[in-house]
């Protein structure tokens, strides 16, 4: 029976689920998509452990900034991001450090 599994992740982003409920969404074209869903949208088209990078919707995080959602990158634990709704997610993006998906 194996013991571990290889994933393709470069990163893996931690969003909170609470906050992204409390703004109703807030990113993409019509301003109604959840942050985690528009990260995903950015990556390689792959899913699960194939993806470029893993976007994982956590419980609360207890900081519950007024209209912000959090973000914490796992290779930077140290330092959360508040993330305003309408922000454009290639800027998000950006300031997470995710290049454009690589070349197959």
């Known amino acids: 029976m194996r013991d571990h ?3 393709e ?3 893996a982003l931690l969003v ?4 992204t409920r409390k703004v109703k969404g807030g990113f993409g074209k019509k301003g109604r998509t959840p942050l985690a869903r528009a990260l ?3 990556g ?4 699960g452990r194939k993806a ?14 007024k209209g912000r959602v959090v973000v914490i990158d796992g290779a930077a634990p ?4 508040l993330v305003k709704p309408g ?11 995710l290049s454009p998906p690589r070349a197959d």
């Open 5 to 7: 599994v290889s994933a």
């Open 9 to 11: 992740w470069r990163k």
């Open 16 to 19: 909170c689920a609470k906050c």
């Open 40 to 42: 995903l949208d950015l």
């Open 44 to 47: 390689n088209g792959r899913k």
């Open 52 to 65: 470029d990078y893993g976007v994982v919707e956590t419980a609360c995080l207890k900081l519950c900034p």
């Open 78 to 81: 140290g330092e959360w991001l």
């Open 87 to 97: 922000t454009p997610v290639e800027e998000v993006a950006e300031r997470l450090g």
